[in-house]
Structure formats: structure tokens, C-alpha cells
């Protein structure tokens, strides 16, 4: 099975302790990767790296974020799923190369590395893991021309597959963004003259930074000396950003492709009431996933809203279990149904999706467990029906239940009284997308704008 990531990066040039301003970014973006993070610094020329495993907080302690003087930085959060944990393959990746030091990190899913790999080994090349991002690094090197700007630029133009990017120099900071805009990545100013790439605007909130604009589909973004240029290296091909990123992945509070992504899901919810209304006590979401689009289904039906589910947020990535095992340990450590809220009701439970419908049996028995009179299961996205390979971690399509099952056998799988999900039409709408070609929808309807041949290791 490959490896699938959903990664976050950011980047900040001119301002002072740049280390610091990655540090508070990357706090911001830990929910779109917990497995490793790190940051390197530019000072007068110099660049300096610190990424390790853990969480942004357990990484970065005052006295390593002072190892990292500068007034420019990227970093990166990291997740992975599959495969274990590589500590190799954390990110930026730093090397001195043709063009000097050059540090990358990068958001996003390659599909056509494997080939440039085999020749880079042939030809004597080594790398450090198997990811995807060094292979940029090491045709950013190998290019024919001879400045850094054009070498990026002859490079955007043979990967294929889904990036956002960022790379740093001895003197310039580039973002770049593939031709369909797959991944997010958005800029922000902070003070005069300071500019901010974050993949979500929730990193340049927290930075008092204000959003300018997305990195657009194709565009590649130079800050160096001679200022900011922006080009676009690869014909136009129409930008399909990732629809997934607003029903699960992104933080709530964040505009990722230029939209609010609250707002996005609670018209989600709305949408869902209007399709598949129910006659029910209480609307109840399951957190975190489910509460912005519960709401909207709650101000739609008029139904009452109540939480409740109850999550613990400070569940780690491993407990321990007792030797005498408790059925449904996983899911009952983190979410804990309401006893008093639950008992007689009937219940409309939202999330955002089903993916191997493994988590919603076990909720939906939680919630029967605890006394509710019925429970209504709906789905404020239509079924995930393939897999992603764009940089969203989803199993492969076996594994997927909407794959094989249809919605009545997944109805009867997860235990409900009954299950619907928001229509195709629905969620275009909810996305603002009329003609319903504006973002890429593979997972729904495995209409994948990048053709799918393989699949390597990437971020
Ligand atoms: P499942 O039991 O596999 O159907 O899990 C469904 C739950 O997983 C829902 O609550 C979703 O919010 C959540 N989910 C959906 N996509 C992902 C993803 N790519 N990574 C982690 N969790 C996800």
C-alpha cells in the first residue's frame, strides 16, 4: 500500500525570529500532520534545520528555536499513515547542491516520480527516504539551466500530481502550487514587508498576518532580491481543488480556497436537511467532524440542537487498554455519549463522512447503548466511493465501504435506523459550484483530473 499524506506548510520571509513566527504557524497547522515537523532558518545566507518526530510543541523548545537565528523560514507538519513512522522522511529536506543550500517541503502527492528515481539512481544519486519531495530537490539540481528560478521552473513543469510547495535558498524564498491547485496554499502580508504562505489561514490569524490572496493553480512565486515575481510555468489546465479539504480536513475557522470552510460545512448541512429530513428530537454531531454541518441541519429542520457526544481532546496517539479488552475501546477513550441527553430520543446523528464505516458502527451503537429511542445517521457528503491520491489519506477502495455496499447494506452495517447522504448536486451547491466543475470530487465520483497510474511516498 502506498503512502498517502496530508502534510501542512508554511513559510515566512523578512521578519525578524522567522523561527519563532514557523513555530506559532505550524502550532496552528499541527491538525494537518502530528508525525514529525520541522523548520529551517535563512540568516544572511545561511541556512539551518531542526525537524525531528513528535508534535510542533514536544519538537520545538525556546532554546532550539534560538539555534535557529534568521529572518526567513519554512516549515512543515507531517502525517503518515501507512508504513510506520520514518523519521528520514520528515520535512523541509535541506542539501547543499548545484545552487547551493536548498531546503523543500512539500504538501501534496506526486504520480510520476518513480521513472525520474530510477535514472537519478543510475546515475549515482542517493536519497535519504523514499519520499517524493527529494526527488524534486534532486531535478531541481540536475536540471539543465542554469539559474534556480528557471531550474524550478523546468521542474514544475515535468512532475505531475498534486504539490504545494515551498522552497528556500541562500536568496530566494519560491512557492508553487500545481496546474490544478490540488493542495491548498494562501499568502498573507505581515507588517510592510513581510510575506506569509500558509496551507490554511488559520496560521496567519494567529500571526496577527492578514490574507491576501490564494498561491493560484500554475503560479510559482519568487521572493528574492528583486522583490515578488509570479509566473506560471505550465499551460492553464482549470483549477480543481480538493473538495475534501472543506468536508473534513481543514480547520473550521480557516478560508482554504478562498472560501470560509464553517460556512461551507454548515450549507452542507443545510443542503442535507432539505434532502433527507427526518422526523426526530435532537440533531447531534459527531465531534468533531460533524459539528459545523449538524448545525446547519439543526437551523434547517428547525430541530433541536445538543451535543450529544462528548470528545476528550487529550487523547494521544497510543493508550493502553487493559488486558480484559473493552469493546470499542478506540472510540469510547475519545468520544463518550451523553447518558441524560441520549435517553428516549430520537436521534439525527451528522458527520462529515463514512469512510470504512468501522467509526460510525461503533458510534451509532454508543449512542443505542445509552437508550436512544431511534437513531438517524446522515452524512453531510455523498459516499466516498474511491480512494484518494492526491494527498488525502483514505484506504484503498476495497477497504472503502461505499466501494461495494450499497446504502442500504451500509444502513444495516453500521446499525442505524436509517442513512442518507448529501447528493452530488448537494454539496456542489453547498461549495458554491453551479456547474459542478470547480473543485475535484474523485473521492465521490472517481473523476480524477490527473490521471492515476501510480503511487509513490510523498507529503
Ligand atoms: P470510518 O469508520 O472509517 O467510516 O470513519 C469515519 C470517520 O473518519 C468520520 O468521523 C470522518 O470524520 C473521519 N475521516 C474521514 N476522512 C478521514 C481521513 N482522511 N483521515 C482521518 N479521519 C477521517
Same mark, same amino acid.
Not at 527516504?129 to 517524493?132: A, F, I
Not at 470547480?438 to 470530487?441: E, P, S, V
Given at each position: 500500500m502506498p503512502f498517502k499524506d496530508e502534510c501542512g506548510v508554511f513559510g515566512i520571509s523578512n521578519q525578524q525570529e522567522a523561527a519563532k513566527q514557523a513555530y506559532l504557524g505550524l502550532y496552528a497547522l499541527q491538525h494537518r500532520g502530528q508525525e514529525a515537523t520541522g523548520i529551517c532558518a535563512r540568516e544572511n545566507g545561511h541556512l539551518r534545520l531542526h525537524k525531528a518526530q513528535g508534535y510542533v510543541a514536544d519538537v520545538f523548545s525556546e532554546s532550539v528555536l534560538e539555534s535557529l537565528p534568521g529572518d526567513t523560514a519554512i516549515g512543515h507538519t507531517r502525517y503518515s499513515t501507512h508504513g510506520g513512522s520514518l523519521s528520514s522522511a520528515a520535512q523541509p529536506f535541506l542539501v547543499h547542491g548545484r545552487f547551493g543550500q536548498l531546503a523543500l517541503c512539500h504538501n501534496g502527492n506526486l504520480l510520476n516520480t518513480e521513472s525520474f528515481r530510477n535514472r537519478l539512481l543510475i546515475n549515482g544519486h542517493t536519497f535519504a $527516504?523514499? $519520499?517524493?519531495s527529494e526527488v524534486i530537490i534532486a531535478l531541481i539540481n540536475t536540471a539543465k539551466a542554469d539559474t534556480l528560478e528557471s531550474a524550478v521552473e523546468e521542474v514544475l513543469q515535468q512532475i505531475r500530481g498534486a504539490f504545494s510547495l515551498l522552497i528556500l535558498s541562500e536568496k530566494q524564498l519560491i512557492a508553487a502550487r500545481d496546474p490544478h491547485g490540488l493542495r491548498p496554499l494562501a499568502m498573507a502580508k505581515l507588517d510592510d514587508d513581510s510575506i506569509v504562505f500558509a496551507s490554511e489561514s488559520c496560521a496567519f490569524d494567529l500571526l496577527g498576518a492578514d490574507y491576501t490572496r490564494e498561491v493560484e493553480a500554475g503560479e510559482m512565486i519568487v521572493l528574492g532580491p528583486d522583490g515578488l515575481q509570479s509566473r506560471f510555468p505550465t499551460k492553464k489546465r482549470g483549477a480543481k481543488p480538493c473538495v475534501f479539504e472543506h468536508v473534513y480536513f481543514a480547520r473550521p475557522d480557516s478560508l482554504v480556497f478562498s472560501r470560509n470552510v464553517m460556512a461551507t460545512r454548515r450549507e452542507m448541512g443545510r443542503h442535507l436537511a432539505l434532502q433527507h429530513p427526518v422526523d426526530a428530537d435532537i440533531v447531534v454531531p459527531v465531534p468533531d467532524s460533524g459539528v459545523h454541518a449538524a448545525l446547519g441541519y439543526a437551523e434547517q429542520s428547525g430541530i433541536r440542537f445538543e451535543f450529544g457526544m462528548i470528545r476528550n481532546h487529550y487523547v494521544g496517539r497510543t493508550f493502553i487498554e487493559p488486558k480484559q479488552s473493552i469493546r470499542s475501546f478506540g472510540v469510547k477513550v475519545k468520544l463518550n455519549p451523553v447518558r441524560d441527553l441520549l435517553k428516549g430520543k430520537r436521534v439525527v446523528l451528522i458527520d462529515d463522512s463514512i469512510v470504512r464505516g468501522t467509526t460510525s458502527k461503533k458510534i451509532v451503537g454508543m449512542v443505542r447503548g445509552v437508550g436512544a429511542a431511534e437513531v438517524h445517521m446522515r452524512i453531510s457528503s455523498p459516499p466516498t466511493t474511491h480512494s484518494c491520491f492526491y494527498g488525502i489519506d483514505t484506504p484503498t477502495r476495497e477497504h472503502l465501504i461505499a466501494s461495494h455496499k450499497s446504502k442500504d447494506e451500509i444502513r444495516d452495517f453500521i446499525g442505524a435506523d436509517s442513512l442518507d447522504f448529501l447528493s452530488m448536486e448537494g454539496l456542489q451547491k453547498a461549495m458554491g459550484d453551479m456547474a459542478g466543475q470547480?473543485?475535484?470530487?474523485a473521492c465521490f465520483n472517481g473523476d480524477y483530473p490527473v490521471p492515476v497510474e501510480q503511487t509513490n511516498f510523498a507529503c
Open positions: $527516504s523514499p $519520499s517524493d470547480g473543485f475535484c470530487y
